[in-house]
């Protein structure tokens, strides 16, 4: 079965340093890949997508994540990170095969940029 | 509209009780997803529809869970006779085809 995980569940940096969240997914054909971010009390919002082409996409907020086919990775990555970066990032997949587009979700990191 | 709508924001309800959510998709998309949050992370698929049709409902508790998306209406979820491991944040999604899915504000449903 399809599934996705996020190995850093919670995160505290520093304001001004680099942010690196990794997104491993296990499925064997072709995938589509997000990175959303949910700001507290907010709703979730897309921070960037790969589908294909460049495997290292560019997002929001000056977010960027690089697709690895052969590690099955989505890591995403900020060089200098602000408070008002903190929020849960959640990282899905869906499969690109036929029209079901369903989202298959990692359990989520919760990042806290401390001022 | 141009965002996902929800209502209603919250959903207070005593365990038995029937709950309807709903879910107005920006206007033009065709498809439409219902995802439930537990405990703030780990999110599950329901149900997705292709216009009024459903076109993927393997994530439904079929027995007390149902859904509509019906023409010039708002889409529905409805939960019968609501259990306390109901609580969770509703998130509704919608996309204008197989690409990014834009989410809703969520309803938090709390069962008592």
């Known amino acids: 079965a399809q599934s996705v995980s996020q190995h850093n569940h919670h995160v505290i940096l520093s304001e001004a340093a680099s942010l690196e969240l990794g997104c491993n997914y296990s499925y064997g054909g072709t995938v589509n890949l997000f990175w959303y971010v949910q700001y507290p009390g907010q709703h979730l919002q897309l921070l960037l997508k790969?589908?294909?082409?460049d495997p290292l996409v560019k997002g929001i907020k000056g977010f960027e994540a690089e697709f690895i086919k052969s590690k099955f990775s989505f890591n995403l990555r900020k060089p200098s990170v602000q408070w008002s970066d903190t929020a849960e990032y959640f990282c899905?997949?869906?499969?690109?095969?036929?029209?079901?587009?369903?989202?298959?979700w990692g359990l989520g990191t919760s990042l806290a940029v401390n001022p | 509209g141009e965002e996902v709508a929800q209502t209603p924001k919250h959903l207070v309800r005593g365990e038995g009780q029937k709950a309807k959510l709903y879910c107005a998709p920006i206007?033009?998309?065709?498809?439409v997803f219902w995802y439930q949050q537990v405990l703030k992370n780990e999110f599950k698929f329901l149900i997705s529809f292709q216009n009024e049709n459903v076109f993927d409902e393997t994530g439904m508790p079929k027995e007390r869970f149902s859904a509509k998306c019906l023409p010039n209406s708002p889409c529905s979820l409805e939960i019968q006779a609501t259990k306390l491991e109901d609580s969770a944040v509703y998130f509704c999604?919608?996309?204008?085809?197989?690409?990014?899915?834009?989410f809703g504000p969520g309803t938090r449903l709390t069962v008592l």
């Open positions: 206007k033009g998309h065709s498809y």
């Open positions: 790969y589908f294909s082409g």
């Open positions: 899905a997949v869906s499969r690109t095969a036929g029209n079901n587009r369903k989202l298959i």
């Open positions: 999604a919608s996309s204008l085809k197989t690409d990014t899915q834009y």
